[in-house]
């Protein structure tokens, strides 16, 4: 297995037991399609996600001492989405890294990122089976939290319309409304547009699978507009 062995020099790790760097890094998917005997990383996943909570958990409770519950929790849910850690997976190349099927290859968007956020919690698993806790926590440390100051600076721990409104709110004295602009599709597959105003002015508009998820999408896209 040297392209594992490899693989394990790009992440900056070195394992006793590569079969579990191997396991960590194959999807469900490429068994099916290759009979080899071997585990996927659904199992690793699970162990890993509870290794990155209580890291990073210790992380935040000690490096803000005086803050609330929960603004702690949010600012581990920004660190730990999928978003974030599909980020960081691509960043250290695990896309390419990946034991996946011919169809998952051809995935993008957020179906990739759930895959890439799954493989970064079962490295971690992997690491925590391998070397302890201590090396896990060492590994999220070296690759997660410096994103926090990103997460405060950006408030990306605050979601998109809570952000927007209290910005306009300061800025203009306005507080945003969101309006359906359109919506298509049975009803098993329904896709929203919805514009976010400030008072009679449209700002921007968001699409999504739900008005919730697309007056997200339209508030993110006001804030970029505006660069709030």
Request: hydrophobic share 40%; aromatic share 8%; charged share 30%.
């Amino acid at each position: 297995m040297p392209e594992f062995k490899e693989h394990a020099e790009r992440l900056g790790l070195s394992f006793k037991n590569l079969d579990l760097l191997v396991e960590a890094l194959t999807h469900r998917s490429y068994l099916n399609e290759h009979r080899t005997g071997g585990a996927h990383n659904e199992r690793l996943e699970f162990l890993g996600d509870a290794v990155l909570e209580l890291a990073v958990t210790d992380f935040l409770f000690h490096r803000f001492p005086n803050k609330p519950e929960g603004d702690l929790t949010a600012y581990r849910a920004a660190l730990v989405n999928t978003f974030s850690l599909a980020e960081e997976a691509e960043r250290l190349g695990v896309n390419d890294m990946l034991l996946l099927s011919k169809g998952e290859k051809k995935d993008t968007g957020r179906a990739r990122q759930i895959i890439l956020a799954n493989a970064f919690e079962a490295i971690l698993g992997a690491i925590y089976l391998d070397q302890g806790f201590e090396a896990a926590a060492a590994f999220i440390a070296a690759n997660l939290h410096p994103k926090i100051e990103k997460v405060l600076s950006e408030r990306t721990w605050q979601d998109a319309k809570s952000h927007f409104q209290e910005t306009a709110q300061d800025k203009k004295g306005i507080t945003p409304t969101y309006k359906t602009i359109a919506e298509e599709g049975p009803d098993h597959d329904k896709r929203f547009t919805v514009g976010v105003f400030l008072a009679s002015d449209e700002i921007a508009r968001g699409d999504g699978p739900s008005k919730q998820e697309a007056e997200q999408a339209a508030a993110q896209a006001a804030l970029a507009k505006t660069g709030w």
